[in-house]
């Protein structure tokens, strides 16, 4: 029997080939990085350096001073409107769960949550671990109270005792939370106090917490000793 010339190369043959040409394109690969090189145009990680090309970009770490400080007022006047009912939880919660719940009670639903509170109730950690440090004050003294809430509205040092209530403080430390460590939106937030007047609900527990009267705009101011009283004409 005459064999019949196979008119393809034979399975065995095409391995072979297969595995030349793959050889051939990783020489080749090697000869244009080599090629490279010589022109100044090595790679990265050549001369020891992360290609960071390859890197998925991550959540950006800055917080603009206008979203901190809008996020700072937005927190005091929720804070505030609530601070009654949030305030004697305060000193009974004893884990971040128990934050949450306190906080998620007088939040909007999750659907109508604006993202300031929203990002809020998602750090109770964080919040916990500033209302257990030095720099949180649950009752400030009553001096700091007393300027808050009788000294005028345009008043300086009003501004400085109200940024020093325990409804500010929180505000201050969380607003620029995550992006920021609670620790330094407290600093920045403290560096310039927040102009709004302390809501009426927030106002009237201090009062009461400090036995502080209401002030009446009637009633003469007192005399310094000294001061010699106008005569009558």
Same mark, same amino acid.
């Given at each position: *029997?005459?064999?019949?010339?196979?008119?393809?190369p034979?399975?065995?043959?095409w $391995?072979?080939?297969?595995?030349?040409i793959n050889?051939?394109?990783?020489?080749l690969?090697d000869l244009?990085?080599r090629v490279d090189r010589?022109?100044?145009?090595?790679?990265?990680?050549?001369y020891?350096i992360?290609? +960071?090309?390859k890197?998925?970009?991550?959540?950006? &770490?800055k917080?603009?001073d206008s979203?901190?400080?809008?996020?700072? +007022?937005?927190?005091v006047n929720w804070?505030?409107a609530?601070?009654?009912?949030?305030a004697?939880?305060?000193?009974?919660?004893?884990?971040?769960s128990d934050?949450?719940v306190?906080f998620?009670g007088?939040?909007?639903?999750? #659907?109508?949550q604006?993202?300031?509170?929203?990002t809020?109730?998602?750090h109770p950690?964080e %919040?916990l671990?500033? %209302?257990?440090?030095?720099?949180?004050?649950?009752?400030?003294p009553k001096r700091t109270?007393?300027?808050?809430?009788?000294?005028?509205?345009?008043d300086q040092?009003?501004?400085?005792?109200?940024?020093?209530?325990?409804?500010? #403080?929180?505000?201050?430390? *969380?607003a620029?939370?995550?992006k920021?460590?609670?620790r330094t939106?407290?600093?920045?937030?403290?560096?310039?106090?927040s102009? $709004? *007047?302390?809501?009426g609900?927030?106002v #009237?527990?201090y009062?009461?917490?400090y +036995?502080?009267?209401?002030?009446d705009?009637? &009633?003469? &101011?007192?005399?310094?000793?000294g001061?010699p009283?106008p005569?009558?004409l």
């Amino acid at each position: *029997m005459i064999p019949v010339p196979y008119p393809f190369p034979r399975p065995s043959r095409w $391995l072979a080939l297969h595995s030349h040409i793959n050889s051939l394109r990783a020489r080749l690969a090697d000869l244009e990085e080599r090629v490279d090189r010589l022109d100044g145009i090595a790679p990265p990680y050549y001369y020891g350096i992360a290609d +960071d090309t390859k890197r998925k970009p991550g959540p950006g &770490k800055k917080i603009s001073d206008s979203e901190r400080l809008h996020n700072r +007022d937005a927190l005091v006047n929720w804070l505030e409107a609530n601070w009654p009912i949030i305030a004697g939880s305060l000193r009974t919660a004893k884990n971040p769960s128990d934050l949450a719940v306190v906080f998620e009670g007088v939040a909007e639903t999750e #659907q109508l949550q604006p993202p300031w509170q929203s990002t809020f109730l998602a750090h109770p950690s964080e %919040l916990l671990d500033f %209302l257990r440090s030095k720099k949180f004050k649950i009752k400030p003294p009553k001096r700091t109270a007393l300027a808050a809430l009788n000294r005028p509205y345009d008043d300086q040092t009003r501004k400085r005792a109200a940024n020093r209530l325990p409804s500010r #403080q929180i505000a201050n430390a *969380m607003a620029g939370v995550p992006k920021l460590k609670w620790r330094t939106s407290l600093d920045l937030c403290q560096n310039k106090p927040s102009d $709004l *007047m302390i809501a009426g609900n927030a106002v #009237q527990h201090y009062r009461r917490t400090y +036995d502080i009267p209401e002030v009446d705009p009637n &009633k003469p &101011k007192r005399r310094k000793a000294g001061t010699p009283v106008p005569k009558s004409l």
